[in-house]
C-alpha cells in the first residue's frame, strides 16, 4: 500500500457549488462585466423603444387634435350652407312681396336657429324679472323699475353659449334698487 491520498476526481470539484471550476478573480469580473454589459445594452434598447412610442403617441394625439379641429369647422361650416343658400335664393327674386321677403327671412332665421343648436350654440335671452347673472348677462344700464332689483328689464342683444361656455354674454338692462 502507498502513503499517498489518493487524488481527487474531476467530479468532486463539481460536486461542491461553492468551489467552482474556475477561481481566477479577473475571469470572474470580466464574465460578470460582459453580463452587465449586455443587461446594459438592453436596458439602452428598450428605453429607446419607449421614448420612440412616447413621441409616436405625442406625434399622433396632436394630429388628433389638429383633425378634431378641423372637422369641427368643417361640421358647423356644413350646417350653415342652407343658411346661405336660402338667402341666396331670396335675393335672387327680384319681384318678392314684402310678405314673401318676410317669410323667406323668418324660415332662413329657423334655419340658422338650429344649425346653431345643432352645433351647441344657445342663445342667452333671459326673459323680464329673471335675476341678472353676471355669467351670462353684461349690464349696459340700470333703469328704475317696478320689478325687485338686480333683475332683467329688457335684452338689449341675445348672448349666446357654446357647449356651456359663454360665447357671448346677453346684453341687458337691470332695475335699480328703489
Known amino acids: 500500500m502507498s502513503d ?4 481527487p476526481s474531476p467530479s468532486a470539484e463539481s460536486e461542491n457549488p461553492e468551489m467552482p471550476l474556475d477561481t481566477d478573480p479577473l475571469a470572474l469580473a470580466l464574465a460578470e462585466l460582459a453580463a452587465l454589459q449586455a443587461k446594459s445594452a438592453e436596458l439602452a434598447d428598450q428605453f429607446l423603444r419607449a421614448k420612440a412610442d412616447a413621441e409616436n403617441a405625442r406625434r399622433r394625439a ?20 342652407p343658411v346661405a343658400d336660402s338667402l341666396e335664393a331670396g335675393l335672387a327674386i327680384a319681384d318678392a312681396t314684402v ?7 323668418q324660415a332662413t332665421l329657423r334655419q340658422l ?3 346653431l343648436e345643432r352645433n351647441k350654440v344657445i342663445a342667452i335671452n333671459p326673459a323680464a324679472g329673471t335675476k341678472f347673472d353676471p355669467h351670462h348677462h353684461q349690464a349696459i344700464s340700470v333703469v328704475p323699475a317696478e320689478q ?23 346684453l341687458v338692462t337691470v332695475s335699480a334698487p328703489k
Request: aromatic residues 6%; hydrophobic residues 45%.
Open 113 to 115: 336657429t338650429a344649425a
Open 62 to 81: 396632436e394630429d388628433d387634435v389638429t383633425k378634431a379641429r378641423k372637422f369641427a369647422v368643417e361640421n358647423f361650416a356644413e350646417s350653415l350652407l
Open 99 to 105: 310678405e314673401q321677403i318676410n317669410e323667406g327671412a
Open 4 to 7: 499517498q491520498a489518493p487524488a
Open 148 to 170: 325687485e332689483a338686480n333683475t332683467v328689464v329688457g335684452v338689449l342683444q341675445k348672448g349666446y353659449l357654446i357647449a356651456d361656455r359663454v360665447l357671448r354674454p346677453a
